[in-house]
């Protein structure tokens, strides 16, 4: 199974501030179709995890566009530009390259400073 | 807009066997994978399986193999988790999610609780 890895665990930031997460997988998750299938999802404390972005870089309709994600091969980032309170929850990555299995990274928690 | 929707909170006994559900609507459910998620009290996401509603092909995840069984019915547009034998340990929430890139969209999530 390919293995997730995110990185910090914990982020504690400052509104108006930049943050960072990454995420980093076992092997690489180019496809055969050449599409890479690494996605990012939100968690706010109480509700469903919410995808943000898909295959690397596409941000899902209604995500604000301070949100951004990039990477190749193995190494991946999701960039929040300004974080606001309501950016407040656990982030995870999930690669969809090598199923079965689905995996997901073990989350970032995002908390304001 | 794309929905969807799960049954409600469930409290159980050890032992007990148990069904939930996940409707979907406002896409072609025929043609999406549905995926089952468990995340238990505090933790992270864990992919459970996945059926494709049209021909009910099934894969699970190796954790899950022999230890619930996902089914559909595609006349009612719902997707099933089910547990024959409840242990204190499954309890957790469950949630179902759409597979298109990843899983675009989400059920609002179904509590299951078992305890003696």
């Known amino acids: 199974d390919v293995v997730m890895t995110q990185s910090p665990l914990s982020l504690p930031v400052t509104l108006g501030q930049p943050a960072s997460i990454s995420c980093r997988s076992s092997?690489?998750?180019?496809?055969?179709?050449?599409?890479?299938?690494l996605s990012w999802y939100q968690q706010r404390p109480g509700q469903s995890p919410r995808r943000l972005i898909y295959?690397?870089?596409n941000r899902d309709s209604g995500v604000p566009d301070r949100f951004s994600g990039s990477g190749s091969g193995t190494d991946f980032t999701l960039k929040i530009s300004r974080v606001e309170a309501e950016d407040v929850g656990v982030y995870y990555c999930?690669?969809?390259?090598?199923?079965?299995?689905?995996?997901f990274g073990q989350g970032t928690k995002v908390e304001i400073k | 807009e794309v929905q969807l929707a799960q049954s409600g909170a469930e409290v159980k006994k050890p032992g007990e066997s148990l069904k939930i559900s996940c409707q979907g609507s406002?896409?072609?459910?025929?043609?999406?994978?549905i995926a089952w998620v468990r995340q238990m009290p505090g933790k992270g996401l864990e992919w459970m399986g996945i059926?494709?509603?049209?021909?009910?092909?099934?894969k699970y995840s190796p954790s899950f193999q022999g230890q619930v069984t996902i089914s559909v019915d595609k006349s009612i547009r719902t997707a099933y988790l089910q547990w024959s034998s409840l242990k204190a340990s499954d309890s957790a929430m469950y949630y179902c999610?759409?597979?298109?890139?990843?899983?675009?969209?989400w059920g609002q999530g179904t509590l299951v609780t078992v305890s003696s």
């Open positions: 999610a759409r597979q298109s890139s990843g899983f675009g969209s």
């Open positions: 406002g896409y072609s459910f025929s043609t999406d994978w």
């Open positions: 059926i494709y509603p049209d021909d009910s092909q099934t």
């Open positions: 092997q690489s998750l180019v496809y055969s179709d050449g599409n890479t299938y």
């Open positions: 295959k690397v870089s």
């Open positions: 999930m690669q969809g390259t090598h199923w079965p299995p689905w995996t």
